[in-house]
């Protein structure tokens, strides 16, 4: 996510600046066989140029509404999260006592309790977020542009494995288990059930509560359900394919358009469809590449939903209810992204 004010126009110009190159070279070529070598017949009405361009920003448009509910969509499902992980910390933390135990534990087991399930819950958080990174196919961070515009920020699920940080949060038992599993933040939640049903018979929980909680994890696994819905279903590819190929065929047809008109305005005035034929072209491709920069809010790009950070949020959260001390800094934006 871009934490600054704005994008800089420098930086827009260096992410599209391929495509300006592009828009130049095909403008250059009917502009110079008309003026040249007088080759009239190249030129086209403007209204059926016009009618064209009128479809296109119709279909760039809806993309761009269509991939922004997307991303808006993603947004609102790790705000659940945020709030559904607060609530967890209190249940921990306020419903598992001794007041229906039959075995008395000492405050500092029952805190050890606390800190197991809170821990495990942060494992899941880092499961997860592991697993919406992975990349899919139909993600354009392979794409020359955006491999270009990723030395300006680091991905930290690139960085670092989920093995790695996943030891962090389970025992090593639970972690080799957790390890062999294909959805490992899916099995990570079956253990949080499960350790809710020991506690159930052991009496630390009373069957109300014991409810509530198995409710929240249902809560989780709708969270982690609908996440997994956007990103493992793409936005319909006949949508954006016949999308891209729309705005390719207008900047092409673009400056043969444009032609006559300038020619209008006297001699050499002609020149003037490479320049302006190569600003139009660019504004409707860009809007195109914003739809595009939206349409997988979790592929590890600049213009993500920034679950890393959300998830480090929690984690302070969480552990400040432990009354930890030590706790990890919030990652800050880096050159204004923040993922």
Same mark, same amino acid.
């Given at each position: 996510m871009h934490a600054g004010k704005n994008f800089g126009l420098l930086e827009a110009i260096i992410w599209t600046r391929r495509d300006i190159f592009k828009f130049i070279f095909i403008s250059s070529i009917p502009t110079a066989l008309y003026a040249l070598l007088d080759l009239k017949w190249l030129s086209i009405p403007w209204l059926p140029l016009a009618l064209i361009g009128t479809a296109v920003a119709f279909i /760039?448009?809806?993309?761009? &509404?269509?991939? +922004?509910? @997307?991303?808006?969509?993603? @947004?609102?499902?790790?705000? =659940?999260?945020? *709030? &559904?992980?607060?609530?967890? %910390?209190?249940? /921990?933390?306020?419903?598992?006592?001794?007041?229906?135990?039959?075995?008395?534990?000492?405050?500092?087991d029952l805190q050890s309790i606390h800190k197991r399930i809170i821990y495990r819950h942060l494992g899941w958080l880092t499961a997860l977020r592991h697993q919406l990174r992975q990349p899919k196919a139909w993600e354009y961070m392979d794409n020359s542009y955006n491999k270009e515009y990723k030395r300006y920020f680091k991905v930290p699920e690139e960085e670092i494995s989920m093995e790695d940080e996943l030891k962090? +949060?389970?025992?090593?038992?639970?972690?080799? +288990?957790?390890?062999?599993?294909? *959805?490992?933040?899916?099995?990570?939640?079956?253990?949080?059930?499960?350790?809710?049903?020991?506690l159930l018979e052991e009496g630390y !929980?009373?069957?109300?509560?014991?409810?509530?909680?198995? *409710?929240?994890?249902?809560?989780?696994?709708?969270?982690?359900?609908? =996440?997994e819905r956007?990103? *493992?279903?793409? +936005?319909? @590819?006949?949508?954006?394919?016949?999308?891209?190929?729309?705005?390719?065929?207008? /900047? !092409?047809?673009?400056?043969?358009g444009m032609l006559t008109e300038f020619d209008k305005l006297g001699d050499h005035f002609v020149w003037l469809t490479i320049p302006f034929s190569t600003l139009v072209s660019w504004v409707f491709k860009t809007m195109e590449r914003? %739809?595009?920069?939206?349409?997988n809010p979790f592929q590890g790009g600049a213009n993500d939903v920034p679950i890393t950070n959300?998830?480090?949020?929690?984690?302070?959260?969480? @552990?400040?209810?432990?009354?930890?001390?030590?706790?990890?800094?919030?990652?800050?934006?880096? &050159?204004?992204?923040?993922?």
């Open positions: /760039v448009g809806f993309k761009n &509404n269509a991939t +922004y509910d @997307r991303m808006w969509e993603a @947004r609102k499902i790790w705000g =659940s999260i945020i *709030n &559904n992980s607060r609530t967890w %910390g209190i249940m /921990v933390k306020d419903f598992i006592t001794n007041i229906h135990a039959s075995k008395k534990l000492s405050e500092n962090k +949060y389970l025992s090593p038992a639970e972690l080799k +288990y957790i390890l062999s599993k294909k *959805n490992k933040a899916t099995q990570i939640i079956t253990k949080q059930s499960e350790d809710l049903r020991f !929980i009373e069957d109300f509560r014991h409810m509530e909680m198995e *409710n929240m994890l249902k809560a989780f696994y709708d969270d982690q359900g609908k =996440s956007i990103k *493992n279903f793409p +936005y319909p @590819r006949q949508f954006a394919t016949l999308n891209l190929y729309f705005v390719w065929l207008f /900047v !092409i047809l673009l400056p043969f914003i %739809g595009e920069s939206t349409e959300i998830s480090q949020v929690i984690e302070v959260d969480l @552990r400040e209810m432990l009354d930890e001390k030590d706790l990890p800094e919030v990652t800050p934006p880096v &050159n204004n992204i923040l993922m």
